[in-house]
């Protein structure tokens, strides 16, 4: 049976692909097949030569320059921007010159990583998507079909963003960036006989011909934002890396968690929270005294709140993935892994350190008024807190506690989770 590794495109998100590529190494994973789209199909060519540290190495110091002459690295960070405003001018000379920006960088560094020898004589088969404008069609390439002079000229095709990057000219027919047919080429592998096929999907622009799930298919994509695909920052990359690494052992079953991380002996203790939050919240009635409850009620069983609970039932641990969404509020960091016990003692800890300034900005109900009216505006870590506060506070505030239910949802659901864990911790 064949078995395929789909490497999507993005640009400086491939950065993620490399953290993938590592973790498949340890879990001891061999591939007949690599196709890859885009940067994707540049990683494909190393990863077929079977050269994972000179992936690291490149990747590790890789810069714009690298990339692009003249290059800029672009995202929506103000200080980036205004930081890189000197070479705008120059960035965009070259831009008009070259109809794109000129990539020669790009394909001098694939040149010097791309060992023939290495490329052909290895078992693994290689196929890059590419789009052929002449003739408005996708085009793939397979090894079969290259030769030793012309696999850059396909990894270049198939990398060719237009209009950020110039169109490649092969045999007088002009190529672009394979995204623009199938972005994460699983159609492809299967075409080259993949029967078994682990996909990474980077999140990019882009057309995704086939998507999960799909038996025999492990689907590794990231949960958080990668940046932007022409951002070459270094912090980016490294914490890229680790992302990429630590999905795929989340995908494997070697670590758990959705956003956040934790390590797999933990397991017993995620299965006895999602027992112990199903418990809560399938007798929300006897969590809070009768006398509160008359005015919670229809709001509680009515769809509404209903429907925003099935939205975590997506996930295998639908209240940890809650409480994931609780931590994504308060920026904790991604790229760690935690341990599940004092990741909720840490979580509650902030929540309940917000009290103070919630008790003295919402004391009365002009307050309370404002804060509804402007409710599209306030940040979730904020909404969580007030609706935590009020849950704490007595049945004077009831009313408060339920017009918040009605009008703030999700974080509604998760400042009840965090009042069940108050609860219990207490």
């Known amino acids: 049976m064949k078995k395929a590794l789909v490497l999507g495109g993005g640009g400086s998100k491939g950065a993620y692909e490399i953290g993938v590529w590592k ?13 890859g789209t885009s940067i994707g199909a540049m990683i494909g060519v190393l990863y077929v030569q079977q050269e994972y540290d000179t992936a690291y190495e490149l990747w590790s110091n890789l810069t714009i320059d690298d990339v692009m002459l003249n290059g800029i690295d672009l995202d929506m960070d103000i200080e980036l921007i205004m930081s890189q405003k000197g070479k705008y001018k120059a960035f965009l000379e070259s831009f008009v010159e070259h109809k794109g920006a000129d990539i020669t960088p790009f394909y001098n560094m694939i040149h010097r990583l791309y060992d023939p020898e290495k490329f052909f004589n290895s078992p693994i088969d290689y196929g890059c998507m590419c789009v052929n404008v002449s003739k408005r069609s996708a085009a793939p390439f397979l090894k079969k079909d290259m030769k030793k002079d012309t696999v850059l000229d396909y990894v270049m095709a198939s990398a060719s963003c237009y209009p950020a990057f110039p169109m490649k000219i092969i045999n007088e027919e002009k ?17 080259m006989g993949a029967e078994e096929i682990v996909a990474v999907d980077l999140k990019s622009v882009g057309r995704n011909v086939v998507k999960g799930p799909m038996e025999h298919l492990i689907y590794i994509e990231p949960q958080v934002s990668l940046g932007s695909f022409l951002l070459f920052d270094h912090e980016r990359i490294m914490q890229n890396m680790q992302l990429g690494y630590l999905d795929t052992m989340k995908k494997f079953h070697r670590l758990l968690g959705s956003v956040y991380t934790f390590p797999l002996h933990d397991e017993e203790a995620i299965l006895d929270f999602e027992e112990e939050m199903q418990e809560g919240f399938a007798h929300l009635k006897e969590e809070i005294e009768t006398d509160k409850m008359h005015l919670l009620t229809e709001k509680i069983t009515s769809l509404s709140l209903l429907i925003g609970l099935n939205k975590f039932h997506i996930y295998d641990a639908p209240f940890t993935a809650m409480l994931e969404k609780a931590a994504q509020a308060f920026s904790f960091d991604y790229h760690k892994i935690y341990d599940f016990q004092d990741f909720k003692y840490q979580l509650l800890k902030v929540v309940q350190a917000y009290t103070p300034d919630i008790q003295s900005g919402l004391s009365d109900s002009d307050n309370i008024k404002r804060l509804l009216h402007n409710i599209k505006d306030i940040h979730l870590a904020e909404l969580i807190c007030v609706n935590f506060y009020y849950l704490l506070k007595d049945e004077k505030n009831i009313a408060v506690v339920w017009l918040l239910a009605t009008m703030t949802n999700d974080s509604f659901l998760i400042a009840y989770l965090l009042y069940l864990m108050y609860k219990q911790q207490n």
Request: glycine share 6%.
């Open 23 to 35: 973790a498949l190494d340890e879990l001891d994973q061999h591939f007949d097949i690599v196709c």
């Open 175 to 191: 190529y672009v960036d394979g995204g623009y047919a199938d972005n994460v080429p699983i159609k492809l592998a299967q075409e």
